[in-house]
T-cell receptor
């Protein structure tokens, strides 16, 4: 079974530029997550999709970040314009389902991440 | 108070010893917990999940959950240098702790 795919793996941009990340979840996984992980910290959830609907985007800085999952499969995360503090690893994860309690199907599988450096 | 707290470490243990990693949480509504291992420069990978009070064992790993005291722990028996990584605790509300760095020395 193929894992979560992300691209690009690395990106270096200057502040105020825009950037986009792409994620392809594990086949059949309804739920997709985007996390931001700053060096030395745990992952911070930015947005969670259930199929093509948004479940939680409360921590997404909506003035500069946007995400979509139009057909309920692939997803893109965009930053425009980027700031220095956006330098981080952006992780995409997927799970079979979510919202349940005591379900192993809530388990998230992470992609390799995109390391973003903003200069 | 952070919702999920972990000691950042590093926790240093000799090879063959038991490593004990702890996590406390503030939201009593959290019912499931996940332990992830993250090697430097890599993405998190799931080790175990637990939702019932008590212990859950899987090979060298044992997760313990105490809902009354609001803590969850991970024990690693017979620690190996390959276990050296950051261990992340997360609740089912998708909030991660900052992680504890474990160093197993030969």
């Amino acid at each position: 079974e193929a894992g979560v795919a992300q691209s690009p793996r690395y990106k270096i941009i200057e502040k105020r530029q825009s950037v986009a990340f792409w994620c392809n979840p594990i086949s059949g996984h309804a739920t997709l997550y985007w996390y931001q992980q700053i060096l030395g910290q745990g992952p911070k959830l930015l947005i969670q999709f259930q199929n093509n609907g948004v479940v939680d985007d409360s921590q997404l800085p909506k003035d500069r970040f946007s995400a979509e999952r139009l057909k309920g499969v692939d997803s893109t995360l965009k930053i425009q314009p980027a700031k220095l503090e956006d330098s981080a690893v952006y992780l995409c994860a997927s799970s079979l389902q979510t919202g349940g309690v005591r379900k192993s199907t809530d388990t998230q599988y992470f992609g390799p991440g995109t390391r973003l450096t903003v200069l | 108070q952070k919702e999920v707290e972990q000691n950042s470490g590093p926790l240093s243990v000799p090879e063959g010893a038991i490593a004990s990693l702890n996590c406390t949480y503030s939201d009593r509504g959290s019912q499931s917990f996940f332990w992830y291992r993250q090697y430097s420069g890599k993405s998190p990978e799931l080790i175990m999940f637990i939702y019932s009070n008590g212990d859950k064992e899987d090979g060298r790993f044992t997760a313990q959950l105490n809902k009354a005291s609001q803590y969850v722990s991970l024990l690693i028996r017979d620690s190996q240098p390959s276990d050296s990584a950051t261990y992340l605790c997360a609740g089912n509300k998708l909030i991660f702790g900052a992680g504890t760095r474990l160093a197993v020395h030969p």
